[in-house]
């Protein structure tokens, strides 16, 4: 990676800015590893020339074209919501991590599905309820790990143990998927956007109801209170947060209870998006979390707590989403589906060994 | 935070009288604790459902427990050592299905098809292991990310189709008669003497003792002059390995049809089972033998659920609560003991 980069101490690249001040392609090299989101901005416009490029010379099974790009929006919406309640954990420190949130999906996908698909509950009602279950099994995270100092990684994994485990019991392991929640479907459908909407492809509509709405308010939460402040103070450095009277167990404890919250919106959308209820929503393969986590990862959260913004989340989330979709055309059938597994494990050890690289060389990615 | 907590200065002479203390006891109390609640599972089940108790009985409980086992035996390596590795399920996806295809497909005799399973598990293994020595990243990140280019190899490898007609040579580590001596499987026995071996490794040599001292403060393990990066690519390797044998074990154990479910979730029981069995997730502290005991506890669970006639599904629910349980001891057994220092 460096061999391609002009070295600072290499004076035939920087002969004329006297002193220590780096040449203007230094300077760049160095804003591309450093700034997470020129990165990402710079590997999605790679995927979408390359994949187009494909598409145009008859490399595809499907044209890869805006229309199509806007329809695959589809998958970035839970994944991008996850990897921000990944985040919210990840930021708030002390090896912060939720393996449970695949399960919390599936957990409150089923009571969602019971309380409106068979019990006849109104979807706003229903809706309320999956957020407080949602919120309530990542209060129990939050606990065992801010309050009883628990470590992050074994105690999620516990809960999401128990928590597939009731989701898959509390139906018997049958999906739901009455009228009334097939009615839901209609949430994830195309629409256009009024007044500019001829000129550009229709998109879901989830990413209005759900997606944009989350993004605000996560990125209000982190840039512009009070509570933001506090969660990346614990994050960068707790015991510095506690003597500054930052109440550190509260702090932490919400966070993963706005994960909690962040995983019952996603189980509604993904009960929407398949038309049923599913007790594997989000635990089917490798689940929902992995993805979730490599996401944030490549997004430039780092592992270690304190660092992270909701812009490279969602870059990483719309990356991840499109190269996927363009892994799907290469390929005749379900042969696609392999490749995105290389795909997705290649980014992360790759973004991981870079974030590694520009924390020793640069101190870290901001 | 090791298992032998710093003992303070001593002389020589003091040092002879107090002898064995200063290692670590032969079992620690935790491993007491297990082994009382597998007795109480056991008497208990065998109260509630009769057939529990029996030959019949027990011996599946065996034959499933022995992959998870053995696997826990390098997890713990691994973990003693403050790492993880959560792609073992895809490792033993990858050794399954070429172990698979070399028996069916080539002929290949089974102890040759071993080594090769073996072989290609310490790759996989020395691949987790130099990325996270010499990467310096943190290894839940490494291994999930390898956790997904392996399970693309073994897709790839297993062409969206299942492996048909396992031959019978593996009926020695499987079910049947041909794979018991003296009425205990095969694939337990071995892994129990690998497991003996580690257990000695890491109790009794420097070699060992390194892996705790990694574990409990690996810069000041490196200032010491233990060779850190070698240790933790071991521990890796070590893993890897036992992934292969333990792919053999769980293609033994199954029909003659592999299809590629084979080690999905595998490396979340075997996390629980080393957990459970009193090795600290933060590294520093833990031994071989509470992990077969938490590997036979989290089977017990299991094997309990299903013969009570409760869906099987409950039994994970049971396992995240012994998590729980074991974590939480673990973290009372160190603030008791900062709190004594």
């Keep these: 990676m460096t061999t391609t980069a002009p070295s600072p101490s290499n004076p035939a690249e920087a002969p004329d800015n006297g002193g220590d001040a780096p040449g203007p392609l230094l300077r760049a090299w160095r804003a591309i590893l450093t700034r997470r989101e020129l990165l990402l901005v710079i590997l999605l416009v790679v995927v979408l020339v390359w994949m187009t490029a494909l598409s145009y010379g008859g490399y595809l099974t499907g044209p890869y074209d805006p229309d199509y790009l806007a329809t695959s929006l589809v998958d970035a919406v839970p ?17 912060g991590i939720d393996l449970s949130i695949g ?18 509950w109104p979807v706003a009602a229903a809706i309320l309820l999956a957020v407080l279950v949602g919120g309530l099994l990542g209060a129990v995270n939050g606990v065992l790990i801010a309050w009883l100092g628990f470590p992050a990684l ?30 839901l479907y209609s949430l994830t459908g195309a629409v256009e956007i009024p007044v500019i909407g001829h000129d550009i492809p229709n998109v879901p509509l989830g990413v209005f109801t759900f997606l944009v709405p989350t993004l605000v308010v996560v990125w209000l939460l982190l840039q512009r209170t009070t509570y933001g402040r506090r969660l990346f103070a ?38 929407g998006q398949f038309a049923s ?17 490599t996401i944030a990862v490549l997004g430039g959260v780092a592992i270690t707590g304190g660092i992270g913004r909701v812009s490279g989340v969602l870059l990483a989330a719309v990356l991840i989403t499109w190269l996927d979709a363009g892994i799907l055309l290469m390929f005749e059938g379900n042969d696609g589906t392999q490749f995105q597994l290389l795909a997705l494990g290649a980014v992360l050890v790759f973004c991981a060994l870079l974030n590694s690289f520009t924390t020793r060389r640069y101190g870290g990615t901001r | 935070m090791t298992a032998t907590s710093s003992p303070p200065p001593r002389t020589r002479g003091a040092r002879r009288a107090r002898g064995p203390r200063v290692i670590a006891p032969l079992v620690s109390g935790q491993e007491i604790v297990l082994l009382a609640v597998i007795a109480v599972l056991w008497v208990v089940l065998g109260f509630a459902t009769p057939a529990f108790l029996t030959a019949g009985s027990l011996r599946p409980l065996f034959i499933e427990v022995a992959p998870i086992a053995l696997i826990g035996v390098g997890m713990t ?43 290609v598990g310490a790759v996989m293994g020395a691949v987790n292991g130099v990325l996270i020595a010499w990467g310096r990243v943190h290894a839940i990140i490494i291994t999930f990310g390898t956790l997904n280019l392996f399970q693309f190899v073994g897709r790839q490898i297993f062409g969206s189709q299942t492996v048909n007609g396992i031959p019978a040579t593996l ?62 690519l071991l521990a890796y390797v070590v893993t890897g390995a036992l992934v292969g044998l333990a792919a053999i074990f769980t293609i033994a154990k199954g029909t003659t049809t592999l299809d590629q479910s084979i080690g999905a ?20 502290r833990g031994s071989v033998l509470g992990t077969i005991l938490g590997a036979l506890l989290v089977q017990t669970v299991t094997s309990g659920v299903t013969q009570l006639g409760w869906p099987s599904n409950l039994s994970d629910l049971f396992v995240g609560v012994f998590v729980i349980v074991a974590v939480g001891t673990d973290l009372l057994r160190q603030r008791t003991r900062r709190a004594a220092r």
Aim: with cysteine.
């Design chain 1, 79 to 95: 994944l991008a919501m996850l990897a921000l309640a990944e985040l919210l954990v990840i930021v708030s420190g002390r090896g």
């Design chain 1, 103 to 120: 399960s919390i999906v599936s957990l409150t996908g089923m009571v969602f599905g019971i309380v409106h698909g068979l019990w006849g």
């Design chain 1, 154 to 183: 074994i105690t999620t994994l516990a809960t999401y143990y128990a928590y597939r485990s009731l989701a898959l019991v509390i139906n018997a392991q049958k999906p739901i998927s009455t009228p009334n929640i097939q009615s």
């Design chain 1, 234 to 271: 614990i994050g960068t450095n707790d015991v510095a947060a506690t003597w500054s009277g930052v109440p550190v167990a509260r702090t932490r404890l919400l966070a993963y209870v706005l994960a909690g919250v962040l995983a019952g919106v996603v189980a509604v959308y993904v009960t």
């Design chain 1, 277 to 293: 209820a599913r007790p594997d929503a989000g635990t089917s393969g490798n689940g929902l979390a992995l993805p979730a986590i």
């Design chain 2, 77 to 119: 390596l691994v973990i003693v050592a403050a790492g993880i590795d959560v792609s073992v399920g895809s490792q033993m996806m990858v050794c399954g299905v070429i172990t698979a295809r070399l028996l069916v497909e080539a002929h290949v005799p089974l102890p040759l098809a071993a080594l090769v399973s073996v072989l």
């Design chain 2, 171 to 232: 009926d020695v580590f499987g079910r049947g008669e041909p794979g018991q001596t003296l009425g205990l499987p095969h694939s337990f026995l071995l892994t129990a003497v690998i497991a003996g071996v580690v257990w000695w490794y890491l109790r009794q040599t420097p070699g060992g003792r390194h892996f705790y001292a990694i574990g409990g403060d690996a810069l000041a393990a490196e200032l010491a002059g233990i060779r850190v990066r070698r240790r933790v």
């Design chain 2, 265 to 284: 979730g595998e490396e979340l029981a075997v996390i629980a089972a080393v957990i459970i069995g009193g090795t600290s997730i933060m590294g520093g």
